[in-house]
């Protein structure tokens, strides 16, 4: 059987779409390094601002790509655009981190890491749905034309959404610390330090814990990389073996339903 390997999207085909989503997730992936570093000295509040402004203007971008079939270089435009998103979506990821811990007690971070985890996972599972909302039910009752493309559209909108919730519910970087703590360790545990980049790597890789964890990372790099090569095959796969309707966003629901279950 043959299948037509031309994005009709960004008229990448497959190897030049695989070529990007693998530049812009390792790029992710070594930025989470840096950005962690610029969290601790923009603040949450800062860090949160600058990457959903970031996103919200690169998704726009994405989008007006998507709807211009006549654009010149529009796949090399797209993944430029990918490649540029890669910092701000890795200080997102590091700034949830940072604000789980800064945001809770030490009593409340087992609980406040929970629910975290459990609210990411609800989010996917919410996201996967929206998708097939675009490309099965507006397509096909109201004949939206180019719904993938309107799936970064729902990211414009999200990103907007997050900008509003930030200024209007992140007010402080303090941490916060439990009422019954001890006076002098509540002092200390409250104590927000905005370190300049340079001299929190500096300090990190002078940490033997950090070279122990790069051998861990190495050794179980080869799982991962299975595994985000079968998360990204296989909307791609389901869409060619079950048809253009093929509910790829349902299907991806599955792993967070079953984790949110668990």
């Known amino acids: ?140 009752h109201f004949g939206l034309q180019h719904p993938n493309v309107h799936i970064f559209t729902m990211g414009v909108v999200t990103a907007v959404l997050s900008i509003i919730v930030g200024m209007t519910m992140v007010r402080t970087d303090d941490q916060i610390v439990s009422p019954d703590e001890p006076a002098e360790e509540a002092k200390e545990d409250a104590k927000v330090e905005h370190k300049n980049p340079w001299q929190t790597f500096v300090a990190v890789i002078r940490e033997p814990a950090l070279w122990r964890l790069l051998v861990l990372i190495a050794l179980i790099l080869g799982v991962r990389a299975v595994y985000t090569y079968l998360y990204l095959l296989m909307p791609k796969y389901w869409e060619r073996t079950i048809g253009a309707d093929a509910a790829i966003g349902t299907l991806n629901m599955i792993n967070p339903i079953g984790i949110v279950i668990s």
């Open 1 to 140: 059987m043959h299948f037509q390997t031309r994005s009709k999207d960004l008229g990448l085909d497959d190897k030049h779409a695989g070529w990007c989503i693998t530049i812009f997730t390792s790029a992710t992936s070594l930025m989470l390094f840096m950005s962690g570093m610029c969290t601790d000295w923009l603040g949450i509040r800062k860090s949160l601002n600058i990457s959903m402004v970031a996103m919200l203007v690169l998704r726009l971008a994405m989008v007006g790509v998507g709807l211009t079939p006549g654009l010149p270089h529009r796949g090399l435009l797209a993944g430029g655009l990918l490649l540029l998103m890669a910092p701000f979506m890795a200080g997102i990821q590091t700034m949830f981190q940072a604000s789980c811990q800064r945001y809770t007690t030490k009593r409340s971070r087992s609980a406040g890491f929970n629910l975290w985890y459990l609210f990411m996972n609800v989010g996917a599972a919410a996201g996967g749905g929206m998708v097939d909302v675009f490309r099965i039910y507006l397509k096909n």
